[in-house]
T-cell receptor
Framework: GIQVEQSPPDLILQEGANSTLRCNFS?????LQWFHQNPWGQLINLFY???GTKQNGRLSATTVATERYSLLYISSSQTTDSGVYFC?????????FGAGTTVTVRA | DAGITQSPRHKVTETGTPVTLRCHQT?????MYWYRQDPGHGLRLIHY???????DKGEVSDGYSVSRSKTEDFLLTLESATSSQTSVYFC????????????FGPGTRLLVL
């Protein structure tokens, strides 16, 4: 199956800082999604982005499918951005998840 | 929020006992999934369903079975629970074949002693 690697594994930010999370995948994909898991465990879909760039408020994502990576940008981070961010790619009609990046935003 | 509920939300059981987790949706979505989440592994697919009575295995299906007798319910059964099945279990739903958007339930924490 497709291997999904996320970096960094952990990230500590001061409120207001910007950051970039990376997702590398081992094969071409038709579907790539970013999720946020908040500290209470709820998983929220952030982006469906198999290619190109999308923005949603302070978050944006870019996928370069030909080079097999995706980036998630967090700008002007807030404490509510804390949690784990997962990248997931479609592998034979099923989603394969990376291990996640744990983000802690300090006030 | 998508209408997905999971029950129970927490369960403690003993090794060797059967356990059934329920996922219920009110969205009439065709696709339903069961994942487990363990530290360092992200989420891993256990089983999924692409319609009533249509199911298939995921990457970690050993020791688990599923059933879907109606659109809104997807059951995950641990026939004989083991300590390695201690985990957080998430149900997800999706309306589309290529999983364009997948919505997750609140999760069930299972502890097998």
């Amino acid at each position: 199956g497709i291997q999904v690697e996320q970096s960094p594994p952990d990230l500590i930010l001061q409120e207001g800082a910007n950051s970039t999370l990376r997702c590398n995948f081992s094969d071409s994909v038709n579907n790539l999604q970013w999720f946020h898991q908040n500290p209470w465990g709820q998983l929220i879909n952030l982006f469906y982005i198999p290619s190109g760039t999308k923005q949603n408020g302070r978050l944006s994502a870019t996928t370069v499918a030909t080079e097999r990576y995706s980036l998630l940008y967090i700008s002007s981070s807030q404490t509510t951005d804390s949690g784990v961010y997962f990248c997931a790619v479609e592998d034979d009609y099923k989603l394969s998840f990376g291990a996640g990046t744990t983000v802690t935003v300090r006030a | 929020d998508a209408g997905i509920t999971q029950s129970p939300r927490h369960k403690v059981t003993e090794t060797g006992t059967p356990v059934t987790l329920r996922c219920h949706q009110t969205e009439n979505h065709r696709y339903m999934y069961w994942y487990r989440q363990d530290p360092g592994h992200g989420l891993r697919l256990i089983h999924y369903s692409y319609g009533v009575k249509d199911t298939d295995k995921g990457e970690v299906s050993d020791g688990y079975s599923v059933s879907r007798s109606k659109t809104e319910d997807f059951l995950l059964t641990l026939e004989s629970a083991t300590s390695s099945q201690t985990s957080v279990y998430f149900c997800a739903i999706s309306p589309l074949a290529h999983q364009e958007t997948q919505y997750f339930g609140p999760g069930t924490r299972l502890l097998v002693l």
